[in-house]
């Protein structure tokens, strides 16, 4: 069994504003967290693993096919593979939240 404190987790600047960190990984998935400041954003992208998530602070508006989405405390998303996304804190308050990612996410261009 593998134990990760979010306290022991480097974290990294993805965009102005949005923190990243990975944590607990496995053979099939893997957790990340991530904090999203007010008026930052996480700019339109894909990837191939499918992705789930869960917000217990803030509220962050997803934009995916046209359509936008609010999540505040207590939600959580799904976003299948390959489908663009975007996101972004409108709020006055930082977002936190833990997202699942799989297949795991190994080395992601954020981390360089």
Do not use: K
């Not at 693993?49 to 995916?64: K, R, V």
């Not at 359509?67 to 489908?83: F, L, N």
């Amino acid at each position: 069994m593998e134990r990760v404190s979010l306290s022991d987790s480097e974290t990294s600047e993805a965009a102005d504003g949005v923190h990243l960190a990975i944590m607990a990984g496995a053979e099939e998935m893997n957790v990340q967290h991530f904090e999203i400041e007010p008026g930052a954003a996480v700019e339109e992208h894909s990837h191939p693993h499918e992705q789930t998530g869960f917000i217990y602070e803030g509220e962050l508006t997803f934009h995916s096919d046209g359509d936008e989405t609010v999540c505040g405390p207590g939600d959580s998303y799904a976003i299948p593979g390959d489908q663009p996304h975007a996101a972004e804190n409108r709020g006055d308050e930082t977002v936190r939240g833990v997202d699942i990612f799989s297949p795991p996410r190994e080395n992601p261009t954020w981390q360089e």
